[in-house]
């Protein structure tokens, strides 16, 4: 920047989705200028059908969002996760009768947060809850300008600082320029930075069902040789359901009349939450890994899905993204106290560090996990659900395997620890 043109924001984040407004709440809490352009409208986005998707969140990610202050619209919504029952297949027709398989893996919250008082597993939020509260906190409790919706047609850096280039025309100047625009990120690209991964020849088939007996809070996931499927407890006697096809069976399962597809769906769900029915649309997403080489370039960085997509298998892909804006936003915190240029390079490759071995390690195991899983070869069955059951017996490694889940391992920033980032 030069003193005859003055900044317009500290930070501009291009992408008004999850990251981008938790992480503008986060730069705002620790006393920021920031300026988001979101290309959708929140009309569009805040619609009670735009998205299908719940997400587990992290013990850890639900402290983050609570410490900006969103806990007294989310904790109401949230179902706390208290067991996830990991299995390896099952017959036909859903969970077995008598109990689980022996080769399977169970994660209970008591283990390692005891007591009516400690922290679950996790939680399951719809995702139209998260954007409202988001919204909310972003109009009512912050200085954060949004931009929506409005594009971002152009980027370009300097020396100085970036210059954004919105769809209609006009030009803003800031320090430092942060992507969390999404897989397509056009961010990402003309920042020069590459990516690697590939497709997955599956989509994720989506759907919410209630079904008459409660959950317990326990999560379900069964490894068939197409993909997952995921049971994940919602609020009330409700669950969102992940289901894993081939790309053409699922475009055939889609386009079912409703009583087919949720015939199709009891088969695989079977009867142990009593009987079952959808509630609201089905949505289809295809799957693919993409990395980007770097998280980090001249006067930009990358946050969220515009850095990392990664298979579902975990529930970890947001929850990666809000480790992103957590240590982004501590790192910049950081530098504002010290009255650096938050786009200097020495800044942003902090953030580097502590972001990108851990995204590029989880982005691998679930691709591993994937292909270990995803398939129906009896050796690799056999082992599989024996490493199963011996990572069932250990208690070390399930707690490991727990408090990883959790977004709890390795050096924590504040935000992860549910402490707020001072002004």
Partial sequence: MTATTPPDCDVFIAGGGMA??????????????????????????LAPHFDGRAFAIAFASFRMWKALGLGADLEPVAQPIEEIMVTDGRPMGGVRR????????????????????????????????????????IRERSRVRVIAPMGVAKTEVDATGATVTLTDGRTLRA????????????????????????????????????????HGGVAHEFFLPEGPFAILPLVG????????EKHAVSRALLAMPEAAFLAELKRRFGD????????GPRFGYPLSLQLAERMIAPRVALAGDSA???????????????KDVAALAEVLADAAALGLDLGDPHVLERYQRWRRLDNVAMGLATDFFDRLFSNDIAPLRLARGVGLALVNRIGPARRFFMTYA??????????????????
Avoid at 103 to 110: Q, Y
Avoid at 406 to 423: N, S
């Fill in 308 to 322: 990392h997509g990664v298979h579902p298998i975990a529930g970890q892909g947001l929850n990666m993204g809000l």
């Fill in 406 to 423: 959790g977004g709890a391992a390795g050096a924590l920033p504040k935000l992860l620890r549910g402490e707020a980032l001072a002004a």
């Fill in 237 to 244: 006697n409700r669950a969102n359901v992940v289901w894993m």
């Fill in 98 to 137: 008598g109990g689980p398989s022996l080769l399977h893996l169970h994660f209970d919250r008591e283990e390692i947060s005891p007591g009516p008082e400690g922290e679950p597993l996790g939680y399951m939020l719809e995702n139209r809850y998260i954007r409202l509260a988001l919204d909310k906190a």
């Fill in 272 to 279: 142990f939450l009593g009987d079952v029915r959808l509630e």
């Fill in 20 to 45: 981008g407004l938790t992480l503008a709440l986060a730069l705002d809490q620790a006393g920021l200028d920031v300026v988001v352009a979101d290309a959708q409208a929140p009309s569009t986005t």
């Fill in 175 to 214: 320090p430092l320029l942060i992507g969390c625009d999404g897989r397509g990120s056009l961010v990402r690209r003309q920042a020069g930075i590459r990516t690697v991964g590939w497709p997955y020849p599956v989509t994720a088939i989506v759907c919410t069902v209630a079904h008459e007996k409660p």
